[in-house]
């Protein structure tokens, strides 16, 4: 028997999330679809073996069982290494790829003919990006926890406190990119008393904090002579411009880092997809989560709401149950076909590159989705 979700434990350096919860997974099994998971797979996020099997799931002892008993595999990183023998070409994995930079995996899943479907590239008719969003949310609060943490002396920070005193200026904060990590960031850095400066290349976006926030945040038009005008004013610099199924553009450089404060901090958000920041040249951990170039501490956490697990399984597990549920109940074509926002996220398909956007990142050939279906998409 094939169970129509697999769900096993993350491989990735750091990664404490689950993709199912037991609670979405009492909501697959009511509606007669079946969840088998790798036992001990929702452990660091809080999650026991017995709550899935009260939730309905089967609990598989290793993950080879879920592997080879699943139609479709929900993760929430990508495949590792290790993983790559159990592609097959009746497989989906439905999980954050970014194949745009990950060469290695995408000619595994193309050799083998596995469907994947991205969860970062699930695209709404308006833009929106739903399972996105719920990460960067939590991606972007989390940006100024961390940052005024490591601003701390005992972290080799320059012992700034955001909030200041009364009396003491609080911590200047400068985010990159006013998009759903940054207005999330934002959010957080206003609540904790900092001085705020918000930059992004979109008018209508700065004019939206701008309505909501007034003259509390300060907003620019992100361009090279501003950013080295204030950027070297920061004590904590967040970027996170990312762009879709891109490698993420280079917009802060090295000289503009020499130039910043000695003990001031870098969190690069956007490093999964390549990072912001010239001198952000390799991701971090959270067990080893910052390294110091030109006296500044750089923080490049590919995963981190991998920090708050429970919190983050909870979202991503809540916004991915709908297209699951599709995927469940009409099989994959029938799903791509009825709901646009799940033919958006398909990247490969039967060998063929189907993400125009991966495809030019790797110079690889992009085939339309419906030329391999064999109908139009709504």
Same mark, same amino acid.
């Given at each position: 028997?094939?169970?129509?979700?697999?769900?096993?434990?993350?491989?990735?350096?750091?990664?404490?999330?689950?993709?199912?919860?037991?609670? *979405?997974?009492?909501?697959?099994?009511?509606?007669?679809?079946?969840?088998?998971?790798?036992?001990?797979?929702?452990?660091?996020?809080? +999650?026991? =073996?017995?709550?899935?099997?009260?939730?309905?799931?089967?609990?598989?002892?290793?993950?080879?069982? &879920?592997?080879?008993?699943?139609?479709?595999? *929900?993760?929430?990183?990508?495949?590792?290494?290790?993983?790559?023998?159990?592609?097959?070409?009746?497989?989906?994995?439905?999980?954050?790829?970014?194949?745009?930079?990950?060469?290695?995996?995408?000619?595994?899943?193309?050799?083998?003919?596995?469907?994947?479907?991205?969860?970062?590239? *699930?695209?709404?008719?308006?833009?929106?990006?739903?399972?996105?969003?719920?990460?960067?949310? &939590?991606?972007?609060?989390?940006? /100024?926890?961390? @940052?005024?943490? +490591?601003?701390?002396?005992?972290?080799?920070?320059?012992?700034?406190?955001?909030?200041? &005193?009364?009396? &003491?200026?609080?911590?200047?904060?400068?985010?990159?990119?006013?998009?759903?990590?940054? +207005?999330?960031?934002?959010? $957080? !850095?206003?609540?904790? @008393?900092?001085?705020?400066?918000?930059? =992004?290349?979109?008018?209508?976006?700065?004019?939206?904090?701008?309505?909501?926030?007034?003259?509390?945040?300060?907003?620019?038009?992100?361009?090279? !002579?501003?950013?080295?005008?204030?950027?070297?004013?920061?004590?904590?610099?967040?970027?996170? /411009?990312?762009?879709?199924?891109?490698?993420?553009?280079?917009?802060?450089?090295?000289? $503009?880092?020499?130039?910043?404060?000695?003990?001031?901090?870098?969190?690069?958000?956007?490093? =999964?997809?390549?990072?912001? /920041?010239?001198?952000?040249?390799?991701?971090?951990?959270?067990?080893?989560?910052?390294?110091?170039?030109?006296?500044?501490?750089?923080?490049?956490?590919?995963?981190?709401?991998?920090?708050?697990?429970?919190?983050?399984?909870?979202?991503?597990?809540?916004?991915?149950?709908?297209?699951?549920?599709?995927?469940?109940?009409?099989?994959?074509?029938?799903?791509?076909?009825?709901?646009?926002?799940?033919?958006?996220?398909?990247?490969?398909?039967?060998?063929?590159?189907?993400?125009?956007? /991966?495809?030019?990142?790797?110079?690889?050939?992009?085939?339309?989705?419906?030329?391999?279906?064999? +109908?139009?998409?709504?």
């Amino acid at each position: 028997m094939k169970y129509n979700f697999g769900v096993v434990k993350e491989l990735k350096e750091g990664e404490t999330r689950v993709a199912l919860t037991p609670d *979405v997974t009492a909501m697959l099994t009511g509606a007669d679809l079946s969840v088998i998971i790798e036992s001990g797979a929702g452990i660091n996020s809080g +999650f026991s =073996d017995d709550d899935y099997i009260k939730a309905g799931a089967i609990v598989a002892a290793n993950a080879k069982d &879920v592997w080879e008993n699943s139609k479709v595999i *929900v993760k929430v990183k990508e495949p590792q290494q290790s993983e790559y023998q159990y592609f097959r070409a009746d497989l989906i994995i439905f999980s954050y790829l970014h194949l745009a930079i990950a060469p290695d995996l995408t000619k595994a899943l193309l050799t083998k003919k596995v469907t994947t479907i991205a969860s970062e590239s *699930v695209e709404t008719d308006d833009g929106q990006l739903p399972l996105l969003t719920p990460m960067s949310e &939590v991606a972007g609060r989390l940006a /100024v926890q961390i @940052g005024s943490r +490591f601003l701390e002396s005992n972290f080799g920070g320059s012992g700034v406190l955001l909030s200041g &005193v009364p009396g &003491v200026q609080p911590g200047k904060v400068i985010i990159i990119g006013a998009g759903v990590v940054g +207005f999330n960031a934002a959010q $957080i !850095a206003i609540g904790m @008393g900092a001085d705020v400066s918000i930059f =992004d290349i979109n008018p209508k976006k700065l004019v939206q904090i701008d309505g909501i926030y007034g003259t509390s945040i300060k907003t620019h038009y992100s361009n090279p !002579a501003k950013l080295e005008q204030e950027v070297p004013k920061a004590d904590l610099l967040i970027t996170s /411009v990312l762009m879709h199924s891109h490698c993420a553009p280079k917009i802060i450089s090295k000289e $503009i880092v020499q130039k910043m404060k000695k003990g001031s901090v870098i969190v690069d958000v956007a490093i =999964d997809q390549g990072g912001n /920041v010239e001198t952000t040249d390799k991701p971090t951990t959270l067990q080893e989560p910052f390294y110091e170039k030109y006296g500044v501490l750089h923080c490049a956490i590919p995963n981190i709401p991998s920090a708050v697990p429970k919190t983050a399984s909870y979202a991503y597990s809540y916004a991915i149950y709908p297209y699951l549920k599709s995927l469940g109940e009409l099989g994959l074509i029938e799903a791509i076909k009825e709901n646009h926002d799940l033919s958006n996220g398909v990247n490969t398909f039967n060998g063929e590159i189907t993400n125009q956007a /991966v495809a030019q990142s790797l110079n690889l050939e992009y085939t339309q989705i419906e030329l391999l279906v064999g +109908f139009k998409l709504k």
